[in-house]
């Protein structure tokens, strides 16, 4: 648990800026997040299975031009814009973390 005592002469700003500090060093917000809900153990396969997938299709899309061919041809999920891509990608990290 992050603590920090006010010293003699200290504003109130730089108080809140220590605390603010080491709430980062301890990583309390990413814990935080983390035991905010508890996922069932198949959807936690499902998720980390998924981020599997975008990684390997990450490392193809920069192995040359013939995986980024066919996968424009696909429909589906590759066919979503990057930005909600990345969203739902980050928000499945987020939950295995």
């Known amino acids: 648990m992050a603590e ?14 220590r605390f603010k500090r080491k709430v980062l060093q301890e990583d ?10 508890d ?13 599997a997938r975008e990684r390997n299709r990450k490392k193809r899309a920069g192995d040359g031009d013939q995986d980024q061919i066919r996968s424009s ?3 589906g999920p590759s066919s ?5 891509k990345m969203t739902s990608c ?3 990290k987020s939950t295995l973390s």
Do not use: N, W, Y
Not at 28 to 37: L, Q, T, V
Not at 80 to 84: K, T, V
């Open 39 to 51: 996922l069932k153990p198949g959807q936690k396969k499902r998720v980390k299975a998924a981020l």
């Open 73 to 75: 041809s696909r429909i």
């Open 90 to 92: 980050s928000r499945l």
């Open 28 to 37: 309390i917000i990413k814990d935080i997040k983390r035991h905010a809900f």
């Open 4 to 17: 920090v005592k006010i010293q003699d002469g200290e504003t109130v700003e730089s108080a809140l800026r």
């Open 80 to 84: 979503l814009p990057r930005e909600a």
